[in-house]
């Protein structure tokens, strides 16, 4: 018993299979790794779950599907979380770590959302909270954030972070596919769920980001905080007219820090096609963080599924392992300055706009009236598109920077010019 | 001074030298960082060191030439070495892991020559060694093997590990100019060293594999044992060639496993175009590895410079810090299994041999009749250029898999057939 550590899953979906698969497969060589034997000692499912033919896999008097048979198990010294959403796993988690059990979740939302909190609460309780699994799948993010890259004042993380959306713009992007259609072939696929919308509207990159800039910044980045843009308003044309001005676009979350003030966003953007980011395709992700000492470093893998998911979970089951070996836990975060996240309307980047006009004389200079008005400068101006019989055109504007609030003002304005026959798309230019 | 830990410094050279300002300059964010004042206490110098310039930014009594005054000082608690080379390095990090104090070092030769038996010194000491800056520079490697990746079978490793060479051949490809000069324009940037040997060989990348390669397969790999040929006899018609066939030649560290063998070299090898490391330009680093539960993964930045080093140097003194708070140590590294390095002859890839033969007929029905003798097939030939004066033809083969033994006894015998007038170059194939 002294020479056995016992771990409790919650949760038996898609993640929780494959973890609970491995736990079992590479028993041998996991306690060999943590010096201590890990035993997969209790699965708390849910009563549907017991007809997955999984479960034949393992031992029947491994699941149960009360709380309390699971929680009043004083032998449980590890808490796996793997069943998502904010509750009940931000109730689970709370719990677990007040009774000093150390956890490992994938859980972004409840990170994002409590993760100051529950850091404190397992200091508090000698016990050690884990989730390089919320952010990037298998790819080492957080433990880099925390503890390889700490020597550094990060200035900025540029991130490609969610799988379903980067699909989408690759096909979008490579096939000249619309959105509609990639998105039904993502889901085909299984790469974008049923309701897509915490992908498609960039709230689970929203989650990300918030982690990954807490940890960066050492300040609380409130996932309501991060403004989110999704990229279904995206058209084939942004692609085509992307790709002739020497950029990708790709749903980015960024968070930046200057002076006393964070950035942290998500939504899609122009990027140069040389940039490493621009050339992470399909379901892969990646995240570029730079440091004032190490310059621009970036990891690259599969962000989703559960294979490499499960690769985050079990690793930092042996980090758990190591900690109740030595009798330690994880340090809450240290918050050593407390930073204003800026307003979106407060961001400065340079812009591509996307306009459909009357083909007559003036209308340039009447755009460039209004924009002037507003202290956007024009950087290109291409007329794309003409359309004769209705006596239309198609122009491409990409700007120098300007904040979202000029930017916004200037567009209403722009709308209201009888001129403009309408506002295609507004798209911020991201230079790495 | 029970808040407070102190550090000794060993070395004063282009690294030491920015990892001291930066200890100076960082002081209160770090101290905050690990909870505990952290103080630059004495760094250890050649009397030589001490008239450079960045002295006068330290107090005088910071400095000392004396090596009893530096190691039968009680007080530090974590030493810092950065002199770099075999010895006297490796004696000074014995003496303070066996006074039990932390140590972090960025020296590659070392920890690749000595690493098992200094892990397990520190150990026996409870004391910590951390050298994370001995492999990428600033980007984290040693603790994505040790601890994110954990939970991996580590199928493989390829690497752009050496900026020098990245650089001569980053300027060979693009700029279409040859060895002598780009290694010459490498050492005006200051980007190769006077006798670049250890660069230029690979002998540098063979530590470094063998550091990478022994954490991720847990078995000791010596860099005896790691295969090692340079980049000097790359041609600019080799990468001409390589252009057309969709490759890149890059200085590659490989380490596989696979059964229960082992295989670690270093080489130029053509990889494909479209592949991330094709894609890793210049002075920047690139590892790429593949685990059984995460796929693959791949991280990116700069391998080399005081700046990035001091960021993997400085994050690893936090470590020291926590260690040395929590009175913990680093644990030796689980040797799981004891798995044989494979002798390069056994080792299987595909080849590009470039061959300057008689422009006669029946000339590549004998080359044919040579290689499938020693059962090379081959996938395509391409002949490329005729001399007529001379008549003379340069033929590029491209073999499917064979072994190092087979291509050297195939080579062997080519070189003796009269119609064979050279063999230019025979460069590996690697699919990663």
């Known amino acids: 018993?002294?020479?056995?550590?016992?771990?409790?899953?919650?949760?038996?979906?898609?993640?929780?299979?494959?973890?609970?698969?491995?736990l079992q497969e590479k028993a041998g060589e996991l306690s060999l790794q943590a010096g201590i034997s890990i035993k997969l000692h209790k699965i708390k499912v849910l009563t549907s779950d017991l007809e997955k033919p999984l479960v034949k896999q393992f031992p029947p008097d491994l699941f149960t599907t009360n709380d309390e048979d699971f929680f009043n198990d004083e032998s449980i010294r590890i808490v796996i979380e793997l069943i998502?959403?904010?509750r009940p796993a931000y109730d689970y988690i709370s719990a677990a770590l007040k009774a000093g059990k150390h956890v490992v979740t994938a859980n972004k939302e409840v990170i994002a959302k409590h993760g100051l909190e529950l850091r404190s609460l397992a200091h508090e309780h000698g016990a050690s909270l884990y989730y390089e699994a919320s952010v990037g799948g298998g790819i080492p993010i957080i433990a880099p954030l925390e503890k390889d890259l700490r020597a550094n004042y990060i200035k900025s993380i540029h991130a490609i972070i969610n799988g379903t959306t980067n699909y989408i713009l690759t096909r979008m992007s490579k096939d000249g596919i619309d959105f509609d259609r990639a998105l039904a072939?993502?889901?085909?696929?299984?790469?974008?769920?049923?309701?897509?919308?915490?992908?498609?509207?960039?709230?689970?990159?929203?989650?990300?980001?918030?982690?990954?800039?807490?940890?960066a910044f050492q300040t609380e980045v409130r996932p309501d905080g991060v403004y989110h843009e999704g990229i279904s308003k995206l058209?084939?044309?942004?692609?085509?007219?992307a790709g002739e001005l020497g950029y990708e676009i790709k749903l980015l979350a960024i968070a930046k820090q200057y002076d006393n003030t964070v950035e942290a966003r998500v939504h899609p953007a122009f990027i140069r096609r040389d940039s490493v980011l621009a050339g992470i395709n399909g379901v892969f992700n990646a995240v570029s963080i730079e440091g004032d000492l190490v310059g621009q470093v970036v990891f690259i893998g599969q962000g989703a599924g559960p294979l490499a998911t499960s690769s985050a979970v079990i690793s930092d089951v042996l980090r758990c392992s190591r900690d109740y070996v030595l009798g330690t836990n994880t340090s809450a975060i240290k918050i050593s300055t407390s930073k204003t996240v800026q307003p979106i309307t407060n961001v400065n980047t340079r812009y591509y706009m996307r306009l459909s006009i009357l083909d007559s004389t003036g209308v340039l200079a009447a755009i460039a009236r209004v924009l002037g008005?507003?202290?956007?400068?024009?950087?290109?101006?291409?007329?794309?598109?003409?359309?004769?019989?209705?006596?239309?055109?198609?122009?491409?504007?990409?700007?120098?920077?300007a904040t979202g609030r000029a930017i916004d003002a200037a567009i209403k304005e722009l709308s209201m010019l009888d001129l403009v026959k309408e506002i295609n798309n507004v798209i911020r230019v991201e230079e790495q």
């Open 235 to 241: 058209d084939s044309r942004d692609f085509r007219y």
């Open 1 to 22: 018993m002294e020479n056995e550590v016992r771990v409790g899953l919650i949760g038996l979906g898609v993640i929780g299979g494959q973890v609970a698969k491995v």
């Open 84 to 86: 998502g959403g904010e």
């Open 373 to 401: 008005a507003h202290k956007i400068s024009i950087a290109s101006v291409i007329q794309k598109e003409t359309d004769t019989l209705s006596q239309t055109a198609e122009i491409v504007i990409m700007t120098h920077p």
């Open 185 to 215: 072939n993502a889901k085909q696929l299984g790469y974008a769920e049923a309701n897509p919308k915490n992908d498609i509207e960039g709230i689970d990159a929203a989650y990300k980001i918030a982690i990954m800039a807490t940890l």
